[in-house]
């Protein structure tokens, strides 16, 4: 089984993880600072980003990013690759969820916003710098909650009969159909980038501030969930298993996929649908203003 012992050395290698003050993205950037690589932080809060590194120790920075404002977005990216021209991972993990209907700065659904959005403007964002560097690898973390969400492009911001589950559902399918989408659109290039996907299983974590701590516990209790540490192992087989490979999904073991070593799962049918990927991508640019470039788009 694959665990803690089985991520490679990471020396010489840089590595940008979103939301990785806390939770799951924490525990990323730790296993792979232990490793030898220069993790950049990249949070909404630098004073929370500052403690998260000065615990991490290691080659760390951080960087202010706020994937519900498209100008943050773009700030940070710009500093990113002012500072890294090559960029070995990059670690999409930050999430937002709401039990209200919320919208970011730029009037995207909150959820949708920072989960996918937010994610798909910084990825094309660093492209240039991930391209540059051979071997490199983006991985986009979705959740099990993928299973349940339908893409409706006539109201993609959820206007109307807003559900906050099915939002951030819709949220987690739209980050699949993202990662896949952009391994097809690297392999058509015949880019030496990789583009994967994960996700972390059962896993309490702040993200879900605002929801009932103890009816969730009573619910879901020890049997289904995992530590963070545990939750990252997924992203962290994704992002350095030598023997791991664009277009693949990674996730726990256990009944469910929500508790145990991280191992190739498979996700939904509509995570698949290459036609919705299409339309999903072409509605992302126009959206963010942000453009992929002639050789990865959607033909």
Same mark, same amino acid.
């Given at each position: 089984m694959w665990g803690d012992d089985d991520v490679p050395s990471q020396a010489g290698r840089v590595a940008v993880v979103t939301g990785?003050? &806390? %939770?799951?993205?924490? @525990? =990323?950037?730790?296993?792979?600072?232990?490793r030898g690589c220069h993790v950049v932080l990249a949070v909404r809060d630098l004073a929370r980003g500052a403690d998260a590194a000065a615990r991490i120790g290691g080659s760390t920075a951080v960087v202010r990013l706020d994937l519900a404002a498209l100008d943050s977005v773009r700030a940070a990216a710009a500093e990113l690759t002012g500072t890294h021209p090559k960029i070995d991972l990059l670690i999409?993990? &930050? %999430?937002?969820?709401? @039990? =209200?209907?919320?919208?970011?700065r730029d009037g995207f659904?909150?959820?949708?916003?920072?989960n996918h959005l937010g994610h798909f403007a910084f990825t094309g964002l660093l492209m240039g710098?991930?391209?540059?560097?051979?071997?490199s690898r983006i991985v986009t973390?979705?959740?099990v909650s993928h299973r349940g969400g339908a893409m409706d492009m006539a109201d993609l911001q959820m206007?109307?009969?807003?559900?906050?589950? &099915?939002a951030y559902a819709r949220s987690k399918l739209a980050d699949l159909l993202f990662a896949f989408e952009l391994h097809r659109l690297l392999a058509r290039a015949d880019a030496a980038t990789a583009s994967l996907a994960a996700h972390p299983g059962g896993v309490w974590t702040g993200l879900f501030r605002g929801a009932n701590p103890a009816l969730l516990v009573h619910t879901l209790g020890r049997l289904v969930t995992q530590s963070p540490e545990r939750g990252a192992l997924a992203t962290l087989r994704a992002a350095t298993d030598p023997e791991a490979s664009g277009g693949e999904y990674y996730g726990p073991s256990g009944i469910g996929e929500?508790?145990?070593?991280?191992?190739?799962?498979?996700?939904?049918?509509?995570a698949h649908d290459q036609a919705l990927a299409r339309q999903l991508w072409d509605e992302s640019e126009r959206l963010t203003g942000v453009a992929y470039g002639p050789t990865l788009r959607p033909s």
């Open positions: 990785a003050s &806390a %939770g799951i993205g924490f @525990a =990323t950037a730790r296993a792979l600072a232990e999409n993990n &930050a %999430g937002a969820w709401s @039990a =209200t209907r919320a919208e970011t659904e909150l959820q949708l916003g920072v710098a991930l391209l540059a560097t051979p071997g973390v979705s959740s206007r109307q009969n807003y559900r906050h589950t &099915a929500l508790k145990g070593a991280p191992k190739t799962v498979r996700a939904n049918a509509k």
